[in-house]
């Protein structure tokens, strides 16, 4: 796939340490969701080229192919469109499981994208849920706050006694 | 050829790499009968006071012809001076880099303003600078020449002893550089050192000159240094001053780590050269200073020799060693001696503590053949490098080139009408013969008549008319449009006929003409002088630059790989350049960017030149998954040392495969994920780049216009119209 004319360039090492980058998991758990999506985008606009390409090469040809020479055939009109006819009488079965395969890939496809937006929106009604919860645990701890508990002045560092209840980061807080 | 050579400190007896550089020069230049003058400062040396006069100022002429002027040093705020001095040289290396200025401008006032000065010296170039055909300043950081360059900038050429140090990047040495009408360089290493950090423009009034060397004769017996046997020992040499600038204690440590692994190896390590504190520890033998027949039975019996320092412009220690036949190690960040070890294949070179620790287990446990077959070939190198005269014959051609190119014949090339690429090929070649003293101009065919006397190169594709010419440029060769009959006859043995490029050259082969390949002349002039607006894309992420021109396919192609890309790393940049875009392309990447939301990450770069500039300089990858390249789009990356990507057409044929990567088919995973291991793997990029400059020396404006030249010189002419049709 790739080639270089550089002598201090070993190609086949090179294809390897690019199947070795590309065996690296871009959805692994420290990986970024955003990053993740954007390689689904990739990778589904990659699968819609090639069956577009697929597509394209599925129907029965109507023209001899230029490079393809043929002692007496390739000089002949007619010969040509017969040999046409006859390829694609034979391959009539051949060219109608491709259809129905790039049909059914393409469905696929289409389930994908759906079940991606579906995780999306799953995701957007989760975080809502998890703001709200967050929201109402605050609204709650506001309620539930003794009416005389002394206020700390702003500059003076904050001591946690042992009875305190814990100081919960608020990155954490809303974890369900 | 009256020449002046301006240098802050002068004497025979001065040691410094510059100083020696300057002597040797000067008397080597009125060896060849040029009048040489040396114009110089009264101060002693260096590591004197610059403030204070040693020697008496006034002319003298010494033994060799050389006539001497000495001018009296300026007082000057040493305080000041240090305090910048000391924030240049406590900059951590990372902040070093290309068009970053280093310095705030009152620190940089104190730094030119209390460096050392001679008002004198300069009020001599003022009034008697014209009378120098040319003014020769050596080094790059003094005040002569910082501040006497621009005296005499028609006629200034800059000897610069450059390395990669903080000084190199502030505002007046730039200026210097920019200024001067010629640079000088003593290695091929040291140009790239300042491509670098001035940009490829300099390369354009640019010659290496090299520098010469005395090799240092064996002695003839073996002798002893205090107890110690050079040639009972086994041991690697360390030769020159050791001080912390030239990285003696990265060269200890690395020795350190090889003998805690290797605890009964019996090599040692060896120190020569002068020192303010002695080094010792396991297997570190410090000998201090030495005389010069010690120095001689150091390097005849070392089994090699030790150069980790990473500010040379030249190293001599280096080709003393070749000369005793012995290998060397370099520090691979160290272009001049890493470039120089490259080339000859006379040693090892290596960058981390552990590829040190590495090559001295190889200096080790290889066979003597085989460590004596390095030492072999780095002495053949040292051969090469020549004598003080070949390097006084190789200034004065670079001087006299570059002031007074010799004047060439007038030159008419003919294009077709409506042709713009065979009209952008023919300006570039008119250009180049140009600049090589030429009188070239381009025409339209028909459109007027040739002046008298002009040689005439006739830019010819399938269509045109027949043109009389005495040079052939074939820029069409379909064999069914051309008969190769009618082709044949008229050309045999009458014109040269060129093509621009193998793949015309080829077609026109089968048709039985012979063609020379004549590439497109891309210069890197263009880009001289010129400063990036800003630093917005030198914030330590990769930043992928998009060479080819693109469609509304190609723009999502290329952002497939870009985001492929950002899979792999991320955070990087795409870099496009707005004028590469169609209407179509334009829209799709403004309506991608939105909906992949990447506006941080792909930019679109204005057609303004220092906006392009920016680009190629802040590159990390040169990227092209669009339509076909152009010579100059796929050149022009080489000039600035980017590697490039490419998916294959007939130009990335020619000029990215002899030296990158070139993918047959596009897979944006597979493409992003080379473009990554090309980005980050040093060795890989070394390789890439390295090859880069030899294949950009082909498009190279002297080269293409030299070939044309000796073309027309040769004595053949076609004086028959010649039908192409």
């Not at chain 2, 450059?162 to 290493?189: C, K, M």
Request: proline fraction near 6%; aromatic fraction near 6%.
């Amino acid at each position: 796939m790739i080639r270089s004319r550089n002598p201090r360039i070993d190609v086949d090492e090179l294809e390897r340490r690019i199947d070795a980058e590309l065996a690296r998991d871009p959805d692994a758990p420290d990986g970024d969701e955003r990053l993740a999506r954007l390689a689904a985008t990739v990778h589904a606009r990659a699968i819609e080229a090639q069956l577009t390409f697929a597509e394209q090469r599925s129907t029965p040809r109507d023209s001899w192919p230029v490079d393809l020479r043929i002692p007496f055939v390739s000089s002949s009109e007619r010969l040509k469109k017969a040999v046409l006819s006859m390829m694609s009488l034979a391959f009539r079965d051949q060219y109608e499981a491709n259809n129905a395969l790039i049909r059914s890939q393409r469905e696929m496809l289409a389930l994908v994208q759906t079940l991606l937006e579906r995780i999306d929106s799953l995701e957007a009604r989760l975080e809502a849920e998890r703001a709200t919860t967050r929201a109402q645990r605050i609204a709650s701890r506001e309620t539930h706050a003794a009416p005389n508990t002394p206020t700390v002045a702003a500059n003076t560092p904050a001591v946690v006694s042992p009875s305190a209840p814990p100081v919960i980061p608020s990155s954490v807080e809303g974890q369900p | 050829m009256r020449l002046a050579i301006v240098t802050p400190w002068y004497g025979r007896e001065l040691i410094g790499g510059a100083e020696r550089l300057a002597w040797e020069i000067a008397h080597a230049l009125a060896r060849t009968g040029a009048e040489v003058e040396v114009l110089s400062t009264c101060c002693r040396s260096f590591l004197d006071d610059w403030a204070t006069n040693y020697h008496r100022s006034g002319v003298s002429r010494d033994a060799g012809g050389v006539v001497l002027h000495r001018f009296p040093v300026d007082s000057r705020d040493r305080v000041a001076f240090n305090r910048a001095n000391t924030v240049l040289t406590t900059l951590p290396r990372i902040g070093l880099r290309g068009d970053r200025n280093v310095l705030d401008a009152v620190q940089t006032r104190a730094f030119i303003n209390e460096n050392i000065n001679s008002r004198a010296l300069l009020a001599h170039l003022r009034t008697a600078g014209a009378t120098y055909d040319a003014v020769i300043f050596v080094p790059y950081l003094y005040g002569p020449a910082l501040s006497g360059a621009a005296l005499v900038a028609d006629r200034a050429f800059l000897i610069p002893c450059l390395h990669d140090e903080a000084y190199a990047y502030l505002e007046p040495v730039r200026a210097l550089f920019a200024t001067v009408r010629g640079v000088l360089f003593n290695s091929v290493g040291e140009e790239e050192t300042a491509t670098a950090i001035y940009g490829p423009g300099v390369l354009a009034k640019s010659r290496v000159i090299g520098h010469a060397v005395e090799p240092v004769p064996p002695p003839a017996t073996p002798m002893s240094i205090g107890s110690f046997a050079p040639h009972r020992s086994r041991y690697v040499l360390y030769l020159g001053r050791q001080d912390s600038s030239k990285n003696i204690d990265f060269l200890i440590e690395a020795f350190r780590a090889f003998r805690e692994r290797r605890v009964a190896t019996s090599l040692q390590l060896v120190l020569a050269g002068p020192r303010s504190a002695t080094r010792t520890a396991d297997g570190i033998l410090d000998l201090g200073a030495v005389s010069e027949p010690a120095k001689a039975a150091l390097l005849t019996y070392a089994r090699a020799l030790a150069q980790p320092s990473i500010h040379e412009s030249f190293s001599r220690a280096l080709y003393e060693s070749w000369f005793a036949r012995r290998p060397v190690l370099v520090h691979g960040e160290c272009r001049a001696t890493a470039r120089a070890v490259e080339d000859a294949g006379g040693g090892w070179i290596g960058t981390t503590l552990e590829d040190w620790v590495r090559m001295f287990a190889a200096v080790d446990e290889s066979a003597d053949d085989a460590v004596d077959a390095l030492g072999e070939r780095g002495w053949a190198a040292a051969l090469d490098n020549g004598a003080w005269d070949v390097v006084a014959r190789r200034t004065l051609d670079a001087i006299s080139t570059r002031l007074a190119p010799p004047a060439g014949p007038r030159i008419e090339n003919i294009v077709p009408l409506g042709d713009a690429a065979v009209g952008r090929y023919a300006q570039s070649l008119t250009d180049a013969l140009n600049a090589a003293g030429a009188d070239a101009a381009v025409s339209i065919a028909g459109s007027a008549a040739t002046p008298p006397g002009a040689r005439i190169i006739a830019h010819v594709t399938a269509s045109s008319p027949p043109t009389p010419a005495d040079l052939l440029v074939a820029h069409d060769a379909a064999p069914a449009v051309i008969p190769s009959g009618a082709v044949q006859a008229p050309f045999e043995g009458r014109a040269t006929i060129f093509a621009p490029n193998h793949g015309v050259a080829a077609t026109l082969e089968e048709s039985g003409i012979i063609a020379r390949v004549l590439p497109q002349a891309v210069s890197p002039a263009r880009w001289a002088g010129l400063r990036p607006p800003h630093e917005r894309w030198l914030d330590g992420k990769d930043n992928l630059l998009s060479i080819a021109p693109l469609g509304a396919d190609e723009a999502r192609r290329l952002l497939d790989t870009f985001v492929a890309y950002l899979a792999l790393v991320r955070e990087a940049r795409l870099l496009i350049f707005t004028a590469d875009c169609d209407g179509e392309a334009h829209a799709t990447l403004l309506h991608e960017r939105e909906e992949l939301d990447l506006h941080n990450e792909v930019v679109l770069v204005a057609d303004a030149m220092t906006e392009r500039y920016a680009a190629y300089r802040a590159a990390t990858v040169a990227l092209a998954v669009g339509r076909p390249l152009s010579v100059e789009s796929a050149v022009t990356p080489l000039w600035f040392d980017l590697p490039i990507v490419a998916l294959g057409d007939v130009t990335v044929m020619e000029t990215v495969e002899p030296c990158g990567v070139v993918a047959d088919t596009f897979d944006a995973r597979r493409i992003a994920a080379l473009t990554r291991i090309v980005a980050s793997d040093r060795v890989l990029r070394a390789a890439i780049i390295g090859e880069g400059r030899r294949v950009r020396a082909r498009y190279a404006p002297g080269v293409i216009a030299t070939a044309v030249l000796e073309a027309l010189a040769e004595p053949r002419r076609m004086t028959e119209s010649v039908d192409m049709r």
